[in-house]
């Protein structure tokens, strides 16, 4: 079922206000807790940050294929094979956080101005079929505060183990 104009207008509002959730998330991680990682096959919260941005870099351009392109194929990617191939723990993390800042400033000026046709634009997504412009607006707009959640759960687990 279609979201609403009023749900819509909650979740850009949401979208928006996700990078100023990701920036106080990692600066209540103390310097020395942000590369702990809480398990194996665990990420950091520097990890997290930095799958941030490249996550919505790449959401910014599958909403945008969805838009523009004629039953695009929204292609699915190996977040775990990124960041270690990628090499995250070796990035500074201003840049990932004003790339979060900037492309999802940038997108929620766009889906602001979108028609109410726009929302029915689809295509598939190549591991979990079919996927429209509301789909993609009600995935994203919690993305990024799940991960600054992840984060202050990665930092009460460096508390808990250093009080051990």
């Known amino acids: 079922m279609p979201l609403t104009e009023s749900e819509r ?11 100023g959730r990701l920036r ?3 600066e209540s991680v103390p310097e020395e807790a942000r590369k702990w990682r809480p398990g194996e096959g665990k990420w950091s919260a520097h990890e997290i940050v930095c799958h941030c941005a490249d996550a919505e870099t790449n959401a910014s351009m599958r909403v945008r294929f969805l838009l523009c392109e004629n039953d695009p194929v929204i292609q ?9 191939t990628l ?13 979060v800042r900037a492309t999802r400033a940038h ?7 979108l028609a109410p046709d726009d929302w029915t634009k689809s295509g598939r997504h190549s591991e979990s079929g079919s996927w429209d412009v509301d789909k993609w607006l009600t995935i994203y707009a919690e993305h990024v505060h799940k991960h600054s959640a992840q984060i202050e759960r990665n930092l009460a687990g460096w508390h808990s183990r250093s009080r051990s």
């Open 87 to 99: 090499r995250y723990h070796e990035l500074a993390l201003e840049p990932s956080l004003e790339a």
């Open 24 to 26: 106080s998330a990692i």
């Open 76 to 84: 699915g990617y190996d977040q775990d094979a990124w960041t270690k």
């Open 107 to 113: 997108t929620a000026n766009l889906l602001r101005t």
């Open 9 to 19: 207008h909650q979740l850009i509002d949401r979208y928006a206000q996700g990078p």
